[in-house]
Nanobody
Framework: QVQLVESGGGLVQDGGSLRLSCEASGRSFGSNAMGWFRQDPGKARQFVASISRSGSSLRYADSVKGRFTISRDNALNTVYLQMNNLKPDDTARYYC??????????????????WGQGTQVTVSS
């Protein structure tokens, strides 16, 4: 089992920045591919970014490329999402996810077995 706790969300103005953190506990964090997803009420969960077990392989949704950066610190059991130049369309609840089956960076939500409770990001125009 892996428990995931996100933090760092909040209210920010258009063009601002936030850094989300996801702390994992439970089984070995370093063996998991990790990802960030987001969801608006009434909409499907959307892939944002993912990172391989080693951190050497990264993947991003086209809508966030060049603005968001995913990283991880396996010694701290933490994955991060640095979000710059935020836009109102980025407003959503952001979820951290861990895969027990994959070590490579992967964008499909079906590949992830553990999910956090999410942290709300609101970008005002």
């Amino acid at each position: 089992q892996v428990q995931l706790v996100e933090s760092g969300g909040g209210l920010v103005q258009d063009g601002g920045s936030l850094r989300l953190s996801c702390e994992a506990s439970g089984r070995s964090f370093g063996s998991n591919a990790m990802g960030w997803f987001r969801q608006d009420p009434g909409k499907a969960r959307q892939f944002v970014a993912s990172i391989s077990r080693s951190g050497s392989s990264l993947r991003y949704a086209d809508s966030v490329k060049g603005r968001f950066t995913i990283s991880r610190d396996n010694a701290l059991n933490t994955v991060y999402l640095q979000m710059n130049n935020l836009k109102p369309d980025d407003t959503a609840r952001y979820y951290c996810a861990a895969s027990s089956r994959y070590t490579a960076s992967i964008s499909s939500a079906d590949a992830y077995d553990y999910w956090g409770q999410g942290t709300q990001v609101t970008v005002s125009s």
